[in-house]
């Protein structure tokens, strides 16, 4: 995306003209002595300042020799990473990421015994989680270590059962992390 740059461009953009009926292009019918569509300089002005203010909001420098910049912007303000397994990762306009993703199965231990496990964000907080929550699947109760630590890429966590496992009872949870 690059401003029009020709020599017969103006350095400032015109005063539009007063808006009249909104309508539609059309290509027009000579045997009916409909005219086409007249695209004119408010028309091209304003479609390139909307284009260029995608850019501005996402912080890209306009490059005459890029084709992908407006893309590239909409994926930067609204940018939606949709990972396997269910798991999805939202980097929010403001830096802040929402995070939703299983944790692992974990095998149930004797009753009333927590086992340790791991959980992996599906995107590295940079800076901090600052809020984790997990549902578990009915089976047991999911407790979380000192989750808030900078910069990570897990935590973890602890998975509790009044009942004793048996072979193959395995506990597994929904969670949702925020951080930035």
């Keep these: 995306m690059f401003q029009i740059d020709v020599a017969s461009a103006v350095a400032d953009r015109p005063t539009p003209s007063a ?8 290509n027009g019918d000579p045997a009916t002595g409909v005219p086409g569509t007249v695209v004119d300089q408010d028309w091209l002005n304003s479609q390139q300042g909307e284009l260029l203010s995608i850019l501005t909001a996402a912080g890209i420098t306009p490059d005459k020799t890029s084709v992908g910049q407006v893309l590239a ?13 269910g798991s999805s990762s939202v980097v929010l306009p403001t830096g802040l990421i929402v995070q939703t993703f299983a944790t692992p199965q974990v095998q149930l231990g004797a009753a009333n015994t927590a086992v340790a ?64």
Aim: hydrophobic residues 40%.
């Design 117 to 180: 496990f791991t959980v992996t964000y599906p995107m590295a907080f940079p800076n901090k989680l600052i809020f984790l929550t997990a549902r578990d699947n009915g089976s047991a109760c999911i407790v979380w270590n000192s989750f808030v630590n900078p910069g990570l890429a897990s935590s973890g966590g602890y998975v509790w059962s009044p009942q004793a496992g048996t072979s193959g009872s395995l506990a597994q949870g929904a969670c949702l992390a925020i951080g930035y």
């Design 73 to 85: 912007s909409c994926q930067k303000l609204f940018s939606a990473t949709y990972l396997a397994s």
């Design 19 to 26: 808006a009249g009926t909104a309508g539609w292009f059309t």
